[in-house]
């Protein structure tokens, strides 16, 4: 039987299995290449153009065509260096990727494909395959801190992907592990935990996973999960096959986590140590009125509500308490500052005026001395009071001012603030030492109501002060035609949370109180 002849130029292209040109170099007059014919193609390469470009959009092909003259954007990418590198070297060039734009009747079409060249004869062979799926597999590695490899037990041979020595921050100068030098690349503190995966994969043929990280990149923390490979089921482990994640990111946001979550359960303790602090203080130092001024012909209702930002207790206070010549101490301060500091100016100040009372002297004394108390605790210790004394004998309030907004008195359902005394409202305490208080006097009626406040209740940054008193007188006024106060110490208590309620709000940024007196008859 005769031998069968060689197949042709055309049948040896199509048997290849990737996409293939047949170029024909055109030279130049100093040797230089300037284009190269495109003269043939295989069927591979027809299906790729049938399968990247739409159809009618290429001119069908009818020959040799210079190939730069057919896809113009060619000229500008490795492709030219390469053809003019394997006609001058006769050496194969490449794979490299390359990237260009084909301009079809329907648009642009972006071409990405790993390239190779090589000459054949007096012509070039110009192959290439898809290489948007490295392209991405190196990306993905990349944008995701991601690599793999796969080491073979037998000959210590490693397959790593594209991106490791990137990931992993390896030096291009220096070989890729084998997987026994991974306990050297990584730092002490790693080789416990890597030890032990490796024996879980090797020999207990486990997928395990740990921590690593390498002393060329100390600062990042990878995720190490290897599995092991066998030709056979149940067979010997051939290779290990591994997946690097850089967690680095990760545990540093766990780690803040962690730190900020310590941070708020001890903000939250000591918080709650603060609140019940400020919870007993605030029981201790502010007393709750039922029938105990009855003796004196008066009722009284308190409301006092701190600033919910703080700790729950302030520097407002307020004190009715009997003297022993027969009549009653009242008073209402506001210490200044905010949280426990000014509850412990607060203290001090209510504990001494109590003392200061029982030398019976008149109020504007008493006021002078708790002055000069509140001079003596230091440069930070001012705050503002009403002090009073009432005289149930002849059903009148003397009382003075300093730097505290002035009472208000409702009678017959109009609010009207009461006028400062001669002189004007003192300064207030702590301010300067030897400083002298005069005292106003306000006879009562039966059912007069005098209120008694702390600014808080009534400023609204960043409105005008008489502003904030109109409001205050109208709310008054408000609360008392829309539910007349009701006889009894509880009636009072209701006006006072209705008036507190018509006037708080989110918009607060400090301590609130109100102190109301209400004459119901003489001693």
């Known amino acids: 039987m005769a031998p069968s002849l060689p197949p042709s130029g055309q049948e040896v292209l199509d048997a290849l299995p990737v996409a293939a040109l047949l170029l024909a170099p055109v030279i130049g007059e100093h040797g230089a290449l300037q284009d190269a014919f495109y003269v043939a193609r295989n069927a591979s390469a027809r299906a790729y153009a049938a399968s990247r470009f739409p159809p009618g959009s290429v001119p069908p092909w009818a020959g040799p065509v210079p190939l730069f003259e057919r896809f113009p954007s060619l000229a500008g990418t490795a492709v030219s260096r390469m053809l003019a590198d394997a006609l001058r070297l006769r050496t194969p060039q490449g794979p490299e990727m390359v990237e260009w734009v084909m301009n079809t009747r329907s648009g642009p079409v972006r071409i990405n494909e790993e390239v190779r060249v090589a000459p054949c004869g007096d012509h070039v062979l110009l192959t290439w395959e898809r290489g948007d799926r490295l392209h991405m597999a190196s990306a993905a590695q990349r944008l995701v801190r991601t690599c793999w490899a796969e080491w073979n037990l037998g000959d210590h041979g490693v397959e790593p ?128 009125f039922q029938d105990e001024l009855d003796a004196f012909g008066l009722e009284a209702a308190a409301v006092y509500r701190p600033d919910a930002r703080l700790v729950g207790v302030g520097g407002d206070w307020y004190k009715a308490r009997e003297l022993p010549d027969g009549r009653l101490l009242i008073a209402l ?184 007196l209400r004459r119901i008859g003489t001693r």
Request: glycine fraction near 6%; aromatic fraction near 6%.
């Open 161 to 288: 992907s594209r991106g490791f020595r990137q990931v992993l921050g390896l030096a291009d100068d220096i070989a890729v592990p084998a997987l026994l030098d991974l306990a050297t690349a990584a730092t002490p503190d790693s080789l416990p935990a890597l030890y032990q995966t490796l024996y879980d994969v090797i020999l207990r043929k486990y997928t395990a996973e740990c921590e690593l990280r390498l002393s060329s990149n100390s600062e990042r923390t990878f995720r190490m999960v290897a599995e092991p490979v066998r030709i056979a089921p149940g067979g010997l482990v051939w290779a290990v096959r591994a997946v690097f994640i850089d967690v680095t990111s990760d545990r540093r946001r766990r780690e803040a986590a962690q730190h900020s979550a310590s941070e708020a359960r001890r903000e939250h303790e000591r918080v709650e140590a603060v609140a019940e602090i400020a919870d007993v203080l605030r029981e201790a130092v502010l007393p709750h």
């Open 333 to 516: 301060g506001d210490a200044r500052g905010h949280g426990l500091e000014a509850a412990t100016l607060m203290a001090k100040l209510r504990y001494a005026l109590a003392g200061l009372a029982y030398t019976e002297e008149p109020v504007e004394r008493l006021t002078q001395w708790l002055n000069e108390v509140a001079c003596a605790d230091g440069d930070e210790s001012t705050a503002t009071a009403v002090i009073a004394r009432y005289h149930p004998e002849c059903s009148l309030l003397r009382w003075t001012c300093a730097g505290h907004p002035r009472p208000v008195l409702v009678r017959g359902g109009r609010a009207t603030q009461l006028p400062a005394p001669d002189g004007g409202p003192g300064i207030s305490l702590g301010v300067l030492p030897d400083v002298t208080y005069t005292a106003a006097e306000t006879p009562l009626e039966v059912d007069d109501i005098v209120l008694m406040y702390s600014d808080g209740l009534i400023e609204r940054r960043p409105t005008d002060p008489d502003q904030d008193m109109h409001r205050f007188l109208e709310a008054a006024e408000h609360c008392c035609a829309e539910a007349a106060p009701d006889a009894g110490q509880a009636g009072l208590q209701n006006y006072v949370e209705r008036l507190v309620a018509r006037l708080d709000g989110p918009h607060r940024t400090d301590d609130a109180t109100l102190l109301a």
